[in-house]
């Protein structure tokens, strides 16, 4: 398996911020992966795995890992009856498509959630009042140590969140899903993809919300919107002017422009709501959101 070297974070990222990588590799089998993560427990060395790496900020000075991509039979995705069976490097939108060519609904809540299987186990990825742990069924989960399939309780799956580690590669997911015409499901997917096109900045480089909802009745985004940061830009990065829980890499930006924008719209929604906003996206390497 080839080992690469520096790969830097930012193109592994969907904001496209980060630095180097110790070390990647695109294992494409059970097997590779298991030899990538011998290869790494060899030289003490810990291990990340990114999907798409649309809910990630990589550190600027890069991380200290072994990262990994899944590829190849990792990321293939069938039908088997009413269960859909993808391996963790496989995106929503081939899963959402395998589904709806087999008759197969269910999955159409993550048209818009631009990920893969494993990461959206990590985040128990949701959206329109779904979310992984509706449809999961078990994910077959990897360490140095061996392997084992783990169901949802055992994933501690809730609200984006779930109690996996880096280390532990979600390498392959079992869906159990509905029958359902695949035109029901073709015009649920184009009327959820417009209502996102309206709202969010689906068009610009982002990592998906920052912010979790908190529990009171304004969502992150109206209470960032009514403390005036729409627009509000450090260095490369800008909240976006069409929904304020994203931000964008207007070009140039860095992961400190982004964690400070975050401090900002911590601080003032403290301050105008008394609300602490917890962040949603998952932070990899040396880095933490710091204090303001
Ligand atoms: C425009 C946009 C819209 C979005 N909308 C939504 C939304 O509606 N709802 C929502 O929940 N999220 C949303 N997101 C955020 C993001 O798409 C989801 O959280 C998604 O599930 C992340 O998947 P990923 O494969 O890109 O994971 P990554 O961002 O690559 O990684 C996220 C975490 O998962 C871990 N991980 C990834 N793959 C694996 C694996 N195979 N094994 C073990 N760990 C793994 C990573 O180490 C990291 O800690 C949005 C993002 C964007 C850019």
Redesign the pocket.
């Known amino acids: 398996m080839n080992i690469q070297y520096g790969m830097p974070l930012a193109r ?4 496209g911020t980060g630095g180097p990588a110790r070390a990647f590799a695109k294992p494409t089998s059970l097997g590779e992966l298991e030899q990538a993560l011998a290869w790494a427990a060899e030289r003490d060395l810990p291990v ?9 900020l990589g550190a600027d000075d890069g991380v200290d890992s072994l990262v ?1 991509r ?1 590829a190849g039979e990792l990321a293939s995705v069938r039908a088997e009856g009413e269960m859909l069976v993808a391996g ?2 496989a ?2 939108a081939v899963c959402l498509h395998q589904a709806r060519a087999a008759g197969l609904g269910g999955f159409e809540f ?1 048209c ?16 329109y009042g779904s ?2 742990s509706h449809i999961l069924v078990r994910a077959r ?1 990897v360490t140095a140590a061996g392997s084992g399939w783990l169901t949802p309780v055992e994933l501690g799956l809730s609200y ?1 969140h779930s109690e ?1 580690r ?1 280390g ?4 392959e997911v079992e869906y159990r899903l509905t029958p359902r015409p695949p035109e029901e499901i073709k015009e649920t997917v184009s009327a959820l993809v417009a209502q ?1 096109k309206a709202t ?3 068009n610009k480089r ?4 920052v912010f979790k909802n908190p529990e009171h009745e304004l969502g992150a985004g109206r209470m960032l919107e009514e403390c005036g940061l729409k627009g509000h830009a450090i260095g490369g990065a800008v909240i976006s002017p069409k929904h304020a829980n ?1 931000i964008e890499n207007a070009g140039g930006a860095t992961t400190a422009d982004a964690l400070a924008l975050m401090c900002e719209a911590r601080r003032r929604a403290r301050e105008r709501f008394g609300v602490e906003l917890e962040h ?3 932070l ?1 390497g040396e880095i933490e959101l710091p204090p303001d």
Not at 12 to 15: P, V
Not at 48 to 53: E, I, S
Not at 168 to 171: E, F, G, L, P
Not at 206 to 209: A, H, R, W
Request: net charge negative; aromatic share 6%; hydrophobic share 45%.
């Open positions: 592994l990222t969907t904001i990340a795995t990114v999907g798409l790496g649309s809910n990630l990994l899944l963790g490097g995106t929503n993550a818009a959630i631009p990920g893969t299987a494993g990461g959206g186990v990590w985040m128990n990825a949701g959206a979310d992984w989960v984006r996996l880096h532990q590669v979600v390498a996102r969010q900045p689906t982002t990592f998906g919300s994203f949603e996206v998952e990899l």
